[in-house]
């Protein structure tokens, strides 16, 4: 028999399922603004064509509306997750409702990609006359439409900050995890290091010499906990692993008499994937896909007149598909991933196994999907002799702030 969480029906209906981004309707507002500018560029090019007679210019109308109706998309999935954000019919929410409206914007890239391919294929093997007079302005219009667009999906929108872990033996450190601490003749450098191995402590020194380094860490709770340092040649290294979670007062020792305190604070990083709006990058590849396509268009054509090459129309047509292809695959891959539940970031699982795994506890099974942009979900099974609550081990993944939905399943006297 399983312990498990349960929760009377009151309690359910208290627990949040709202996993939609922090700047969700920020977002939401800035889509149905760029969609107004496309809408009124393009009536205002389709009704101008058909009074002018240009056909150029109704053709760049109606392509406009493509990436109206993709931007279209967006804001009707921005206002649906929001106003069903509390439907009980959703058991995760609504927050991979953008997901898979960008996972839809991918497909109708890759399909305007195909057209423009297409397209330009014939034209380089048939090629047709060009007027210049009217396609360049267009073209130029259609670059100012989209720069504006793009300006305005970018502003006031939040930055992803994530940091590679790239910790080498180059000295490349993840400047949060890095603490730099001044003594005579120099500096040490003191590091948590988990860069695909256990946690464990680091230290270089610049312009002094070590012997006899320990560590003892000290938590907010009082608990303590001495480590030894080994010399591993360029740095010293810890001989045991550092437990979850890595918020302490670390204090630093060596043979001659030196003391030094350094404070460690949980914090979350490398989560950029599983933090990005899905829904807010698809329309910024929209309008940046039609920005990119205008450069090589305007570029084509200016070479083509100038020298007569029209084939350079044509090639910048097929270059602009391919990059347009490759943008399409990329946002496919990652929408489809977040829409199958695969593990977001293993990095991520493997801290919530150490966070686990302490005391001769033992991780039996774990599932850790996303459901909204900057929000994951977790099952966790742990089997242990001991006789704990699952609110035990929901307080130890406590510091991960990302985690917005955790269930815990305890299996005792399981081995």
């Known amino acids: 028999m399983s312990i498990s969480e349960s929760r009377s029906a009151e309690a359910f209906h208290q627990h949040s399922h709202v996993f939609l981004a922090a700047d969700h309707a920020r977002s939401e507002g800035k889509t149905w603004a760029v969609i107004i500018l496309c809408g009124a560029m393009?009536?205002?090019e389709i009704v101008g064509g058909l009074v002018f007679g240009s056909i150029a210019l109704v053709a760049d109308g109606l392509h406009m509306s493509t990436h109206a109706g993709a931007l279209l998309l967006a804001a009707l999935a921005y206002s649906y997750a929001r106003k069903h954000a509390e439907d009980l019919r959703f058991s995760f929410g609504?927050?991979?409702?953008?997901?898979?409206?960008?996972?839809?914007?991918?497909i109708v890239l890759a399909m305007i990609a195909l057209l423009i391919g297409y397209e330009s294929v014939t034209r380089l093997l048939q090629p047709v006359s060009i007027h210049f007079a009217e396609a360049i302005p267009i073209a130029c219009l259609g670059l100012g439409v989209n720069i504006a667009s793009a300006w305005l999906l970018a502003s006031g929108g939040g930055h992803e900050h994530h940091h590679g872990h790239g910790h080498s033996d180059g000295h490349?450190?993840?400047k949060d995890e890095l603490r730099r601490i001044a003594v005579a003749g120099g500096s040490l450098l003191l590091e948590v290091?988990?860069?695909?191995?256990p946690p464990r402590f680091r230290l270089r020194a610049e312009g002094v010499t070590l012997s006899g380094i320990s560590i003892e860490t000290v938590r907010p709770d009082g608990a303590r906990q001495i480590f030894t340092l080994a010399d591993r040649g360029g740095f010293w290294e810890s001989l045991d692993e550092i437990p979850e979670p890595h918020a302490f007062t670390a204090h630093v020792r060596t043979d001659s008499?030196?003391?030094?305190?350094v404070v460690f604070e949980e914090h979350e990083h490398g989560h950029a994937g599983v933090s990005r709006d899905n829904n807010m990058r698809a329309a910024v590849i929209h309008v940046v896909a039609d920005a990119a396509v205008s450069v090589?268009?305007?570029?084509?054509?200016?070479?083509a007149r100038a020298f007569g090459w029209l084939w350079m129309d044509p090639l910048a047509g097929i270059i602009g598909a391919c990059v347009i292809a490759s943008w399409s695959y990329g946002l496919i891959r990652d929408t489809g991933a977040v829409l199958l539940d695969m593990n977001p970031d293993r990095q991520l699982a493997e801290k919530l196994r150490q966070g686990i795994e302490q005391d001769g506890d033992r991780l039996a099974d774990m599932h850790l999907w996303r459901v909204g942009p900057g929000h994951l979900a977790?099952?966790?099974?742990?089997?242990?002799?001991?006789a704990r609550h699952p609110d035990y081990y929901r307080s130890r993944l406590a510091h991960i702030k990302i985690l917005s939905h955790v269930t815990v399943e305890v299996l005792p006297n399981a081995r």
Do not use: C, H, N, P
């Open 378 to 386: 977790a099952i966790i099974a742990v089997a242990t002799s001991q």
């Open 42 to 44: 393009m009536a205002a």
């Open 296 to 303: 090589l268009v305007i570029v084509g054509l200016l070479l």
């Open 193 to 197: 290091y988990e860069d695909g191995v």
């Open 257 to 261: 008499g030196g003391d030094y305190s």
């Open 172 to 174: 490349e450190y993840d």
């Open 94 to 106: 609504t927050g991979k409702l953008g997901d898979l409206a960008g996972f839809i914007s991918a």
